[in-house]
C-alpha cells in the first residue's frame, strides 16, 4: 500500500552529510528530542512493568526486546547516506498515524492497559517521524522503527491461550513423531506416557519462547537477505511452523532418549541443549529457505528477459 503524497514542503534536500541539511533546523529536531524526553517521563511506570515483564524468572520469551531499540538505530544509520538525498516535507498522513497514536495512549492510560499504552507509543514515535520527514524517508526507515513493536510482551490472557495450545499441539505431535518409530506412546492431554515415564509438556516446552524468538529473528533475517516483500512475508510466516515443527521434533526426541536409555539422561544436559540446539537447527531452515526462494527468483529472471 502507498502513502499517500506529502503536502507543505518544508524544503527539498539540500545534499550534505546528514539529514540536518536536508530541511529540518535545530529548533525542529530539539522540539522532536524533547517530545521523545516527554513521553519516555510520561511512561517511565509503563516501561519499568515492561522490563518486569521481559526479564520476568521463567520467561525467556522476550529476552531479545532491549536490544529492538539499537538495532533500528543501526539500519537507520546504515541508509544515513540514502537518506540525506531525499526531501524532507511534512505529511498529513504522517499526522493522522501520530493522533491515532495519541489517542491509543490515552485509551492505554484510561483503561491501565500496559499493551494498548506500548503499541501506542511505538505507533506514537512512528508518527512523529512521518509527520516531520514525510512519505519518502519513513519508506526507508518504516523497517527500523517497526521493530519497536517486537519489543512489546503479547498480553497475558493471550500469551497464556496459546502457551496452553502450542503444549497440546507439540503433545500430538510428538507423540505421532514417537509413533513412528513404534514406541509404545500414548497421550493424556499435555502428559505423553511412555513404558516407564511420563513426559509433562509443560509451558516452558510449548516452544511459544523459541516460536517468539524465532519469528523476531525471521523478521530481520527477512529484511536483510530479501527485497522483495512476498519473499520476506513468506520468510516471516515460515517461522511459525518452523519453530512448531521443531520443538515437536526435540519433545520426541527427549521421549526415545527417555525410552531407550534413561530418564536421566533425557532430563539432563540433553533437556537443557537440545532448546539452543533445535533453534539452531530452525534458522539453518530458514537460510535453505532463503536459498531456495533466491534459487526460484533467479530461475524466473532469465525466462522473463526477453519479454520485458
Known sequence: ???????????????????????????????????????????????????????????????????????????????????ARLPVRFSWAGFACFLCGALIFVAGKIGADRFTGQVAIATLLIGLVWTHFGNAITRQVVF????????????????????????????????????????????????????????????????ITSLV??????????????????ARLVLVLSAVPIAVFTNAFRIGGTGMLAHFWSVKAAEGFFHSFAGWLVFIVAFAILLGENWLLGFLVSRRRPAEGPGR
Request: glycine share 8%; hydrophobic share 50%.
Open 144 to 207: 527500523p522503527l517497526s521493530l519497536l513493536y517486537l519489543m512489546i510482551p503479547i498480553p497475558s490472557i493471550i500469551y497464556r491461550n496459546l502457551s496452553f495450545n502450542l503444549q497440546i499441539l507439540s503433545s500430538k505431535m510428538s507423540v505421532g513423531f514417537m509413533q513412528l518409530f513404534a514406541l509404545p506412546v500414548y497421550r493424556e492431554g499435555n502428559v505423553i506416557n511412555l513404558s516407564y515415564t511420563q513426559l509433562e509438556v509443560a509451558e516452558a516446552c510449548s516452544g
Open 213 to 230: 524468538s524465532l519469528i523476531t529473528v525471521a523478521y530481520i533475517f527477512a529484511y536483510i537477505a530479501r527485497t522483495n516483500f512476498w
Open 1 to 83: 500500500m502507498s502513502m499517500p503524497p506529502d503536502t507543505e514542503v518544508i524544503s527539498p534536500a539540500c545534499g550534505g552529510p546528514g539529514l540536518a541539511s536536508a530541511g529540518l533546523g535545530v529548533g525542529e529536531y530539539a522540539s522532536i528530542a524533547g517530545f521523545i524526553l516527554l513521553l519516555g517521563v510520561l511512561s517511565f511506570p509503563l516501561w519499568e512493568m515492561t522490563a518486569q515483564e521481559w526479564f520476568r524468572t521463567g520467561n525467556e520469551a522476550y529476552t531479545h526486546a532491549p536490544l529492538m531499540p539499537f538495532i533500528a538505530i543501526y539500519f537507520i544509520w546504515d541508509r544515513r547516506a540514502e537518506l
